[in-house]
Each structure stands twice: as structure tokens, then as C-alpha cells.
């Protein structure tokens, strides 16, 4: 299982020093594409995409956590940090537990 890296330059560039895939978004046309390229790919299992962008894509991101089911979709924060009312991971990993 491979794991791909949808975000901005800045947070591609920390992953891609880790040997990561990354996609570099710079318009909602590249988070689309780099989306359609993790749902293709038999290889790739997990797509970390920063929440800005997964915002940008709502439709598209909601479409494979709800339907598809593959590859498993997490959002993460980027270098500005955690977008304002987001729950933590913490909060989030707490509310899964619980239901």
C-alpha cells in the first residue's frame, strides 16, 4: 500500500523528504486530477489531503469517503495549521470510539 500526499508546495515538500508521494495543488482543476489519479492507482490505500484543499473538492473528496470506499481519505492540517471549528484528530478518533 502506497500512501499519496495532496496538499501545497510547502507541505509536499516535508512529506516528499520522507520518500512520500505528493501531488503540489495549485488550483481545484490539480486536487480533482490528483484525486482521480489515487482512485485509479491499485497501489496507493491511504490519500493525506490538507483541509483547505479537501474543502476546495467537497464533492469529490465526500464521493470517495461515502461511496467508494477507497483509498482511505484523511484530512490533515497544512503549514497554517488546523482551519478554524475543525474538530482535532484527537476529537474526531474520541467521537468514532464512542459510536
Known sequence: MHILVIADHLTCMAFSLGGIDTRTVKARKDAVAALEYAQNSPEIGLVLITERIA?????????????????LVVEIPDTEGPLPDRPSARELMVSLMRT
Open 55 to 71: 474543502d476546495s473538492v467537497r464533492p469529490e473528496v465526500n464521493e470517495i469517503v461515502f461511496k467508494l470506499h477507497k483509498p
